[in-house]
């Protein structure tokens, strides 16, 4: 497989924990979202995926994007360990965790969108992630055991760890989440989440790196 990522993306990160998590080994082939006025707006990539976004994954002879596509197929091609629980209403909240973040949170903060705020970037990232984290707050003090959903490691936790890193680095206060700032805590010591992390990467620049 051939993982294109970019250190700080944060739906690039949920698939590199998911391929840490099942052990799949991979070639890594970066795309600076920055440099060069953004190499994901390259004619190569686009022809890679069209949507001109990381993470794209190429396995199995197929070229997959967006993060949750991604980590569906790797689950259904590589089921251990288990991303999804089998009780459906476990998976439903996994599922609705995981989209919360995906589609509630991470789009409005992202650089695209971000480049259009202008001076207004910062308060505007913070509007958005305080807004989602005070419902996800309220849903996890529901359905989380040790991790978000029960104590089993799933794709709503895939999704967690990356979405706090970003509120850390948009300087949102984190003390009204003690559940989420708990949980991120217990996910952050384990190994996949470690070699997965954006300190940790081949593109990471240096002043970056753990």
Not at 6 to 30: E, N, Q
Not at 40 to 61: C, H, R, T, Y
Not at 121 to 138: P, R, V, Y
Not at 164 to 176: C, L, S, T
Request: aromatic share 6%.
């Amino acid at each position: 497989p051939i993982l294109y990522s970019y250190f700080r993306s944060s739906c690039s990160w949920r698939v590199r924990i998911a391929l840490a998590l099942k052990g799949i080994s991979y070639d890594l082939v970066p795309v600076n979202l920055i440099k060069d006025g953004g190499q994901q707006f390259s004619a190569e990539f686009k022809a890679l995926n069209p949507m001109q976004q990381v993470p794209a994954l190429k396995i199995d002879g197929i070229t997959l994007s967006q993060s949750l596509a991604i980590i569906n197929y790797l689950e259904d091609t590589h089921p251990n360990p288990r991303l999804l629980p089998q009780d459906p209403k476990k998976r439903a909240q996994v599922r609705m965790i995981a989209d919360h973040i995906v589609s509630g949170i991470q789009p409005l903060q992202n650089l695209s969108v971000l480049k259009q705020m202008g001076e207004k970037k910062m308060e505007w990232a913070q509007n958005c992630i305080t807004s989602g984290f005070q419902a996800l707050e309220q849903i996890l003090q529901h359905t989380a055991g040790c991790y978000c959903v029960g104590d089993e490691v799933s794709v709503a936790d895939l999704c967690l760890v990356p979405q706090v890193a970003n509120a850390e680095r948009f300087k949102v206060d984190m003390g009204p989440y003690p559940t989420i700032t708990r949980i991120n805590k217990a996910l952050l010591d384990l190994e996949a989440f470690k070699i997965s992390h954006p300190s940790r990467q081949p593109d990471t620049p240096a002043e970056l790196r753990a």
